[in-house]
């Protein structure tokens, strides 16, 4: 009876052993399977950049939304559902080029029924565990939703409804660049509703959906070139408090602009004054009540303004 116990045994621990395989190569297969990424590969004259991905589960390409479902900003920011979120990567050279200009974009599909303005869009920088907000996507910290995305100059905006969401650069003499990316999108919790004619018209179950493209400059730029800006893009600047700071910065069009020198310089020093942090970025520093104009200048000349309240600190 021992020997008969004993062979039972056995026999059950082998049958769990396979089991147990079995399960793990079922889990492997269909982890594996999702992560499968491909590439899609722009060559420039001398240089190379490539978007890597993961499809997702809605979405070739880009992210789907399935349901009406109002989502406040502070939980759409942290939602880390493989259903929500579309991460990415850039990757690229110019060995023999000083810089490669990049531009993300998000095209809207033509089955989207969802109000541009009813869709919130968030893209963030991915180092290690830590996210960044991206400036395009955000305005005082506030993520913007579709309509206000700029639409790209890539296309003629006749053609796509197609709007930029991040523009960069592959630094000169680079090999082995790379940038890591999450996208997030969600119905803004002031969406006004759908009707019951438009939800007949939904293909596929999809409210909203958008298809994520990168755009390299195919430009060569020659060692020694100079190329002047033609334009200046301010950062967006909130309603400040006496004695509250906020940091201002400037985008040069093009971003390949040769000096990157700016000056700065405030009306009203007494209201708002101007500093510089060890690390090199700009201050605005709230000194009274009152309204001041922050100029930035380039190297040749072209400039940009914004205006800048101060208001009484609560009491």
Do not use: C
């Not at 438009?198 to 909203?208: P, Q």
């Not at 510089?276 to 940009?304: C, F, H, M, P, Y």
Request: zero cysteines; hydrophobic letters at 35%; glycine letters at 6%.
């Amino acid at each position: 009876m021992v020997r008969k116990d004993s062979s039972i045994q056995i026999l059950l621990s082998i049958l769990g052993v396979i089991s147990l395989i079995l399960i793990t190569v079922g889990v492997s297969f269909a982890f594996f399977t999702y992560e499968k990424q491909e590439a899609i590969e722009n060559n420039l004259n001398e240089g190379k950049i490539s978007l890597i991905y993961s499809k997702n589960l809605y979405s070739d390409r880009g992210l789907a939304i399935t349901s009406f479902t109002p989502v406040d900003d502070s939980l759409g920011k942290t939602s880390n559902s493989d259903k929500y979120i579309f991460d990415f990567r850039i990757i690229g050279d110019s060995l023999k080029n000083p810089e490669i200009p990049y531009e993300i974009t998000l095209r809207k599909k033509a089955s989207s029924i969802l109000s541009e303005s009813d869709v919130k869009v968030y893209l963030t920088e991915i180092s290690g565990e830590e996210e960044k907000e991206t400036e395009l996507t955000t305005s005082s910290g506030k993520v913007k939703t579709f309509d206000i995305l700029k639409q790209t100059e890539v296309i003629s905006a006749s053609e796509e409804i197609e709007k930029t969401i991040y523009q960069g650069q592959i630094p000169a003499n680079t090999a082995d660049f790379e940038k890591s990316f999450r996208l997030r999108i969600w119905v803004s919790s002031n969406a006004v509703g759908i009707s019951n004619q438009d939800l007949e018209k939904i293909v596929g179950n999809t409210l909203f959906d958008v298809e994520l493209n990168v755009y390299a400059s195919a430009k060569t730029v020659t060692k020694g070139e100079t190329i002047e800006a033609t334009a200046l893009t301010l950062s967006d600047i909130a309603p400040m408090l006496v004695g509250s700071t906020q940091e201002i910065s400037a985008t040069f069009t093009p971003v390949t602009t040769t000096n990157q020198t700016l000056t700065w310089t405030s009306s009203h020093p007494e209201i708002v004054s101007i500093a510089k942090t060890e690390d090199g970025r700009t201050i605005l520093i709230a000194n009274a009540v009152g309204t001041a104009t922050i100029q930035v200048t380039s190297q040749n000349g072209i400039s940009q303004t914004v205006e800048v309240t101060v208001l009484a600190p609560v009491s």
